[in-house]
């Protein structure tokens, strides 16, 4: 794969080629952060599509001070905020069947055992706080450290830690059974 | 370091926090932060596992996002403020203006329209001649036009288009146009339009084709209102999942008069992540309680069951969740039947009475399987009774053992009794305890093949009467048999009974008499074709033609 520094080089340049691998490398980040966020695949794909095209729109202000990846990743958090804030929506309703759904892992030995508990952590998941969810996600599906999530967040670092405290520890609370179960 | 300070800094990052040595240090002497550690390493694996996929078409993805793109400027560089602003009023004006400018003189800034311009195809034609021919007194002319601009991605074609949208001549022309090109710009004019009684239901399938949150929500909008309902129900259903979680959030701050409509959005969806916000409704008294309870049987989803249980409670209700369960079909039926089997007994003698109610014959395995359990054994035998399938006329005979249900269960046999059942019930009949209510089952079939059983009985002490009340319920297939009853004495007084209730005619006790009754009415047309009377008509004796 190409620079990351030097896409975002060319895509500030208006090269549409470079940006187009700028967006096939954070795809899937963006997608899973937006789906965490939004709680359904309907809502992140849009989440994602107006995250995407504002960060065409603005590369040129793009300085740098931070990766594209935490760049992006904050105007997908800025837009959630500002398009769902006042709708007061939960993506927890979201059904175990359809996280089942979600995770489209495929069929084999076992596997259904292992889906019906990713379903369920998937759940718990949704049912965080949005920091705490957004934090979680960061941390676990994407390997961000913790200043990297406050700069997404645009919190202080202590306050992540506390969110990835509480998240876990939420977690830890909910799933116990099934986890022991898991790891016998 | 403290146990929680430990905790935080291991669930920030379990593995590179155990390098400070503070961390390792508080981890070898405390077996609580172990733990602790423990959870948090086995919640990080099977995170691991449960991480979700990207988008489902990811070249689908790609291919709207380069078509956005496409639509809108290069990206924009390092500029001042307020020269964007400028820049962007200017466009905005320039559009405007040229399309507003109606072709007064005052409009210096469009050109005026070319002399007999060739053939469109022939050449490119530029924004200000678009802008010239839109407002063209020719009607093909305009169309070709409107044409053009929705072909064209520019913001001031498609500021034209929305413009167009908003002038009565090409409003018509304009709307499905917008509907193609997906020009999201278009939505706020495309709602007024949707109120409009002409062009309302073409506004509707644009916004359908142009999708997407904005629009769905809109489309919700004229769910509530408007003249196109219909149509901007089909619209929504057609759109899938984003109609379905935009519908999701419109209920949850629905209006009270907003209830209906949004209960016939849900039904026609078939929305069952809104099931809770109809069963609110359902359980609140009000205009749309009724609405509500048939919504939850025609969404057929099994979880709307355990509300419309406890709403049957409510005599006012009751017909009402029935209709509702029945419309629920197979799932409705399945939830009930494992209630059955499972809970409190007073939950399930419940789910017990409304599968009778229901009378759906799937439900018969269920209810005979809850007849081997005594606390719930009555109310099984009469929901068998309700249902009447003689199927589980065996099962039912089986309880006749328990006095707690025998009365329920004769009640039953009876409902279910027909034909098939006969050899059963003369079985049943040659216990003494039982005779004399099996007899009378056995007339109720008003099968052929009981009547044997009746003549025999006819001439017990104890049983003749009840049996001449079975004979009776058979009808004329009885008579023959009963005429040659009247010879014997024991079995006179009865025999003669049936005869009169049947026939509706007392010819005494002499067996020729009734024969010659019996010959005259087979022989005779008019007579044998009108059916007689039957038991419980009988309207005096001595009234007939025997003489």
Redesign the interface.
């Known amino acids: 794969m190409e620079d990351i520094h030097e896409l975002v080089e060319r895509s500030r340049r208006g090269d549409r080629d470079s940006f187009r691998s700028l967006v096939d490398a954070h795809l899937d980040v963006v997608f899973r952060l937006a789906r965490r966020l939004s709680g359904n695949d309907a809502d992140a794909d849009d989440l994602s599509q107006e995250a995407f095209f504002r960060a065409w729109k603005a590369i040129g202000t793009f300085r740098g001070d931070a990766t594209f990846k935490t760049w992006i990743c904050r105007i997908v958090m800025n837009l959630h905020c500002t398009r769902y804030a006042t709708e007061a929506r939960r993506p927890s309703e979201v059904g175990l069947d359809a996280a089942l759904a979600e995770g489209r892992e495929p069929s084999g030995h076992a596997v259904a055992i292992a889906q019906e508990l990713s379903a369920r952590v998937r759940l718990a998941v949704d049912a965080l706080p949005e920091k705490q969810r957004a934090a979680l996600s960061l941390a676990a599906y994407e390997g961000m450290s913790v200043d990297e999530i406050a700069e997404v967040l645009g919190s202080r670092p202590e306050t992540v830690k506390v969110n990835l405290w509480l998240a876990r520890k939420r977690l830890r609370e909910v799933l116990e059974g099934d986890l022991r179960e898991s790891t016998k | 370091m403290t146990c929680e300070e430990i ?3 291991l ?3 379990p593995r590179s926090s155990q390098e400070g040595a503070a961390v390792r240090e508080h981890l070898a002497g405390c077996e609580a932060c172990r733990e ?1 550690l423990r ?2 390493e ?15 078409d ?1 070249a689908a ?2 291919r ?3 078509e ?2 496409d639509h ?1 400027a ?5 500029v001042p403020f307020l020269f964007r602003v400028a820049a962007a009023a200017a466009v905005f004006a320039v559009a405007w203006l040229a399309y507003r400018g109606l072709g007064t003189d005052a409009v210096a800034v469009v050109p005026p329209a070319p002399p007999a311009p060739p053939k469109a195809a022939d050449r490119v034609v530029t924004t200000s001649e678009l802008c010239v021919r839109v407002r063209s007194s020719d009607a093909a002319e305009r169309s070709a036009a409107l044409g053009e601009i929705g072909r064209r991605s520019d913001a001031v074609s498609r500021s034209l288009l929305v413009a167009a949208l908003q002038d009565p001549r090409l409003a018509a022309e304009a709307v499905p146009i917008a509907g193609q090109v997906r020009l999201r710009e278009a939505i706020p004019a495309l709602s007024r339009i949707a109120r409009d009684p002409a062009l309302g239901a073409s506004a509707v399938a644009a916004l359908a084709s142009i999708g ?2 904005e629009a769905a929500a809109v489309l919700l909008r004229h769910l509530t209102e408007g003249p196109h309902v219909g149509a901007a129900r089909e619209a929504l259903r057609g759109m ?3 109609a379905l ?1 935009a519908l ?2 419109r209920v ?1 701050r629905a209006r009270p008069v907003e209830t209906a409509p949004l209960l016939d959005a849900v039904v026609a969806l078939r929305a069952v ?1 809104c099931l809770p916000w109809v069963a609110s409704i359902a359980e609140r008294s009000g205009a749309s309680q009724a609405d509500a309870i048939a919504a939850l049987g025609a969404l057929g989803d099994a979880r709307a069951v355990g509300t419309l249980v406890r709403l049957s409670k409510e005599r006012a209700l009751h017909g009402m969740t029935i209709d509702a369960l029945r419309a629920m079909g197979e799932a409705g039926a399945r939830e009930l039947a494992r209630r059955v089997a499972t809970g409190r007994r007073d939950d399930r003698v419940r789910a017990i009475q409304l599968l009778g109610e229901l009378r759906d014959e799937a439900s018969v395995r269920a209810l005979v399987a809850a007849l081997a359990d005594p606390s719930v054994r009555a109310d099984a035998a009469r929901a068998l009774g309700e249902i009447g399938d003689p199927a589980s006329a065996p099962a039912l005979a089986a309880c006749l053992d328990d006095p707690s249900a025998r009365s329920a269960a004769i009640e039953a046999l009876g409902r279910v009794a027909d034909a098939s059942t006969v050899p059963l019930l003369a079985r049943l009949s040659r216990d003494p305890s039982l005779r004399r209510d099996i007899l009378r089952i056995l007339g109720e079939t008003g099968a052929p093949e009981a009547l044997p059983h009746l003549v025999r009985a006819l001439g017990s002490r104890d049983t003749a009467a009840v049996a001449a009340e079975g004979l009776a319920l058979l009808g004329e297939s009885a008579i023959p048999s009963l005429i040659r009853a009247l010879s014997a004495g024991n079995t006179a007084g009865r025999a003669r009974e049936a005869l009169v209730a049947i026939s509706s005619v007392d010819l005494g006790d002499d067996p020729g008499a009734w024969q010659r009754w019996w010959r005259d009415r087979r022989s005779t047309p008019n007579l044998s074709s009108r059916p007689l009377a039957g038991p419980g008509s009988v309207t005096s004796s001595g009234v007939g033609t025997s003489t």
């Not at chain 2, 086995?42 to 489902?56: E, F, S, T």
């Not at chain 2, 290069?74 to 390092?78: D, E, G, K, L, T």
């Open positions: 905790e935080i800094a669930a920030a990052d602790a959870g948090f086995r919640i990080d694996a099977v995170l691991g596992q449960a991480r979700p996929a990207g988008p489902r990811r993805f790609l709207a996002l380069d956005r793109i809108a290069s990206p924009r560089r390092v997407g949150r899938g999942d984003v979680v999701r959030e949850q992540d």
